[in-house]
């Protein structure tokens, strides 16, 4: 150990979540000493940070939760269809007591490098608060986890209660009679509007581009559903890995092109009643075809027109684009809200914000308001590691090797940075993917990964350059057979400026674990075990 170093561990893992845990579980039962470094004071990443009102998870939480231990996934009981924050925060913790993690989880450490010594094959972290060093570096980072806050000219001057959704203080916010401003129309404000609109005397929603959303119809768990597939949870379990996006509840493989069209709008009706997000995946050419996409496109557009009152209102908020070219929304009450007569939509694609004073918004007129909240999303899936100095091979940045866009073998590992492994890393199903499998499926893989280099006595692992290149090929072929890259949307980075844009989600959870199957069964293809320096 070097003077400076203060800690020595066999790995370092980065984040707090529900990534971050399960893989301090799975490394501490293989026997190494591993510690987490988290940036907050407390556990739970993502769902730490998003506290806003009516931040709620959109796939069910029977799904959206660990299936690594029986007893756990038998006890534990959700109250309602999709948890709301504070119950899957308050699971996280859960998690952590029953387990025993948090001693081994070090708070308010934010990783600010990491750089890789090709002498020792050992990684050297710095926090804001120590030095660590250690043989595996494991980024449980998140993809939603760098808040985007875009340079609204003037923002620095407002002096009114200024919020990011992204950011949410501990401390109940409440606007009651207060002018609410809110920038943005994705997942997170249409969350939040119904329920601030309920307590402001004026609510003003700056849009750019407005979304698809479906109805949530969240409701009580019914014990009955609940009953069932904890009856069988294992094998229900097994249906997320069968499903192109890792949802049990999505699996119908009709089409709406071989389909009568009475019949498919019966069914997209009773999806647009049940499924949430599933109202995508309810016929499989919805991703792949575009007048089948348009069908289900249509289907939303006059929802909205049904349901929003005011004729401008509503064709202002209504898409033009592919329906899930954006990440999909799932709402309470959301187009509703539009006919309350103290929430007012503003287009700012024709009107941009102009400057932001003390007080007010300047966009077609001056919007005097007593808070303002960005709901403006995230530098999503490199934000998180490309924040970080993170230096490899020959002392190359990452942000230097990702500057024409990001690449990497499997989302999993990264060319000249050996020994890190990234947990839903780009190239990975990941956010276009049921989040819990995903992040169960690369925990088991990484620490698989460990144990096998730990049995044949191999020290350092890298992805090959060109299994990295193929990789990402076939990343891009998949997605240009869809409707996915057409639009403007932060899977390509384009709602981030100067961001390369490429698309990184790789498309279909059962190839992808297919082919992670395989590369195991070939003794880790397209890696390269104590390359020579
Ligand atoms: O962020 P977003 P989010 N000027 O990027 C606008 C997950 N999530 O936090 O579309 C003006 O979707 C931007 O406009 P545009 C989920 O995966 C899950 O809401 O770029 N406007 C857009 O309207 C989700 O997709 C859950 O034209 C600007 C909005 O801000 C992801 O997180 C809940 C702007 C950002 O929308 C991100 O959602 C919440 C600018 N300069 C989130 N910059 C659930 O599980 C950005 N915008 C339910």
């Known amino acids: 150990m070097t003077d400076n170093v203060t800690k020595e561990f066999d790995a370092i893992i980065i984040g707090a979540g529900f990534a971050g845990i399960y893989q301090l579980l799975k490394l501490r039962r293989l026997g190494l000493s591993t510690i987490i470094l988290e940036k907050a004071d407390q556990v739970g990443g993502t769902w730490h940070w ?30 309602e269809k999709y948890s709301a924050q504070p119950e899957i925060l308050e699971y996280i913790n859960h998690v952590v007591d029953r387990f ?69 203080p501990q401390e109940e916010q409440r606007f009651d009679g207060q002018k609410v401003a809110i920038i943005g129309t994705g997942s997170s404000a249409i969350q939040s509007i119904p ?40 094998e229900f379990r097994k249906e997320n890995y069968q499903n192109g996006f890792g949802i049990a509840a999505i699996s119908d493989e009709a089409l709406i092109s071989e389909t009568d069209i009475d019949e498919v709008n019966a069914q997209l009706e009773e999806n647009w009643q049940n499924a949430g997000l599933g109202f995508f995946g309810g016929y499989a050419d919805v991703a792949l075809d575009k007048d089948a996409n348009d069908v289900a496109a249509n289907f939303v557009r006059n929802k909205i027109k049904e349901t929003v009152k005011d004729p401008v209102t509503a064709a202002l908020l209504t898409p033009d684009y592919h329906i899930g070219g954006k990440r999909l929304c799932v709402d309470t009450g959301y187009f509703e809200t539009f006919n309350k007569d103290n929430v007012h939509l503003i287009n700012i694609k024709e009107n941009p914000i102009r400057q932001i004073n003390e007080d007010s918004l300047e966009a077609d007129r001056i919007y005097e308001v007593d808070t303002l909240i960005l709901a403006t999303g995230f530098d999503a899936m490199t934000g998180a590691l490309t924040n970080i100095d993170i230096s490899g091979r020959g002392g190359i940045k ?37 989040m819990m499998p995903s992040i169960e499926q690369h925990v088991n893989w990484i620490t698989d990964c460990i144990q096998w280099m730990m049995e044949n006595n191999k020290k350092v692992i890298e992805s090959s350059k060109s299994a990295e290149d193929e990789w990402m090929v076939l990343v891009n ?31 279909g959870v059962p190839v992808y674990t297919e082919m992670l199957e395989d590369i195991v069964a070939e003794n880790y293809k397209g890696f390269i075990f104590d390359k020579a320096n």
């Open 50 to 79: 998003n506290r806003y009102p009516g931040a709620r998870c959109d796939i069910p939480s029977l799904e959206y939760s660990y299936q690594f231990d029986e007893d756990l996934q038998q006890e534990w009981n959700w109250s």
């Open 100 to 168: 025993d993690l948090k001693e081994d989880i070090k708070f308010k450490e934010e990783v600010l490098s990491a750089n890789f010594n090709e002498e020792e094959s050992t990684w050297l972290l710095e926090t804001s608060e120590n030095k660590y060093k250690s043989t595996f570096c494991i980024f449980a980072t998140g993809c939603l986890s760098v808040p985007n806050k875009p340079d609204f000219g003037g923002l620095e001057n407002f002096r009114g209660n200024l919020l990011q959704t992204s950011t949410w």
């Open 477 to 507: 072929e998949i997605a240009d057979m869809t409707i996915f890259t057409d639009t403007k949307s932060w899977y390509n980075g384009s709602n981030i400026d100067k961001k390369a844009k490429a698309f990184l989600p790789f498309i």
């Open 398 to 434: 990452l942000k230097d090797q990702w500057e024409g866009g990001a690449k990497s073998y499997l989302g999993l590992g990264i060319a000249n940075f050996p020994n890190l492994f990234t947990v839903t890393g780009p190239g990975s199903p990941s956010v276009l993917s049921n």
């Open 195 to 234: 329920i601030i609109a309920e307590q402001a005397s004026e609510l003003y929603i700056f849009q750019r581009t407005p979304n698809y959303s479906i109805p949530s119809n969240n409701g009580l768990m019914d014990k009955e559903v609940e009953k069932e597939i904890k009856g069988r949870y294992s």
